[in-house]
């Protein structure tokens, strides 16, 4: 079901055949490989959005990551080195996981890539700028991009509007393919 790390300490991809969405992050914290979990830092927002959104049946907790592909939902990183924040990677560092990125789409044949936080979007394209929701083109040659606010609590948005674009998500993995 899943793919090993890269390099060094890090998380594996949680992916699998069916799998509709991808979620990607700019890397995992140091919390997160400690505990071999994705999305596990205190403040992280993500299993509560998936939950709320109704990509979930349920609140999962951190240590149940392995259960998305049960509802087709998978979880990489661009760069699967753990730092405390994404300001320490470099612009090439997380370009450099774009084919990374690429061959999981591929390989699974995943039709939405959702990426958690504009940011990692952009350092993904190289864009200077995108706009919330589905985006023109696709990085990873034919899935669908789907840009959500960042799930971390340290990003600025509140809960409730961060809720929103994952609950669009929710419904466009809802409609058959377009």
């Known amino acids: 079901m899943t793919q090993g ?67 087709g939902l998978g979880s990489t990183n661009l760069v699967a080195r753990p730092t405390v924040g994404a300001a320490e990677l470099s612009r090439s560092e997380l370009r450099a996981g774009v084919p990374h990125l690429r061959r999981l789409v591929a390989s699974y044949r995943i039709p939405l890539v959702a990426y958690t936080g504009k940011g990692v979007y952009l350092a993904a394209t190289g864009k200077p700028q995108a706009p919330w929701g589905v985006q023109d083109g696709s990085l990873t040659g034919g899935a669908i991009d789907f840009v959500l606010p960042s799930p971390s609590g340290l990003a600025r948005l509140p809960f409730a509007e961060k809720l929103r674009y994952y609950r669009a998500l929710a419904e466009r993995i809802q409609r058959p393919t377009e």
């Not at 949680?14 to 992050?25: I, K, N, T």
């Not at 994705?38 to 403040?43: I, P, Q, S, T």
């Open 5 to 71: 790390p890269r390099s060094g300490p890090a998380l594996y991809d949680l992916v699998a055949e069916g799998v509709r969405v991808l979620f990607v992050g700019f890397n995992p914290s140091p919390r997160s490989v400690q505990q071999g979990h994705h999305y596990a830092g205190r403040g992280n927002q993500f299993w509560r959005l998936l939950a709320a959104s109704g990509l979930t049946p349920r609140l999962l907790p951190p240590e149940e990551d392995h259960l998305l592909p049960c509802w």
